[in-house]
């Protein structure tokens, strides 16, 4: 057996206070989201007649495709949404990538806070677009009662339909984010921990340095797992919070 | 009741076997919430790479609505592990 011991959840997701009420997630959030207005900032700046060089270049492709994400889940007038969502999108993931950065190693999604208060914004817009788009009434109606069903459905339907839109939604959103976060964070520490009882294992069997290698080389392959896993998220959360708005847009499909 | 007899003649207080089965039952939790949603993502994909080789111009469409998919199949994993993280960390 190896003296394994895993830390108690708290201490691996929770951190000293840099100074009282801000700690290392708090300043991971605030840099991603500074980072996202400086990124963005530069590139509205340069001369658009000009072919794009550098940071606008870079900040052109992520705008092209969320362009893409909102022309085929939303269609031409939801272009009005791309801001919006290409802030989320590049949030969400300047948030995700601290998790493999090695100082920092720590997606600040990992904890509940920060997807719980995005998908509750998520929420309260796309509910807002059915109303401005459908009425009140009407919103309801297309959201409860689905056309092209048979009428005794409808008792079982329509209290699916209303918990599983108002209620199931803005939790499965914000659940998705966090648990697929914090699943990364905890293999990686995992293997962090395993690796590093392996090295330093009092029994000094003489195998046992040698195969560290195995946990080692399983850390490397999940940080590079990690890169691909925040990225993905954050696409997913972009493409859904579309998908919601389109919904409520467009009430038909 | 007996269970409880031999815990005690075991030297382990209440709290030990309540902390025993709480992990049992989160590793039960875990590994039966991924059973559905591994076969579900599993079918998902195969089908989407169905459609690209089919229809290869189609394939942005097809791998849109496929990370959907997995997305809402998805959901039910992560919230086995939620409850995994709850019950046994």
Redesign the interface.
Known sequence: MLALEFPPINEVIRWRDLFPTFNKIALIAVLAALITVVLLFIASRRDPLKAPRGVRNLVEAVVDFIEGIVMQTIGRDGLGWTPFLLSLFMFIYLCNVPGIIPPLYMPATARMAIPIFLAVVVWFIYNGVGIKHQGFFGYLKSTGFPPGVPKPIYVLLTPIEFISVFIVRPFSLAIRLFANMLAGHLLLVTFALLTDAMVNAETKQALLVPLSILPFGMQIFLTAFEVLVGFLQAYIFTILAAVYIGTAMHPEH | MEAAAILAQAGLSADDAKAANAAIGAGFAYGLAAIGPGIGIGYVVGKAIEAMARQPEAA??VR?TM??G???T??LA??G??VF?LLG?
């Open positions: 942005g469409m849109t990370f959907l997995i997305a809402f998805e959901a992560l919230i592990f939620v993280i960390l």
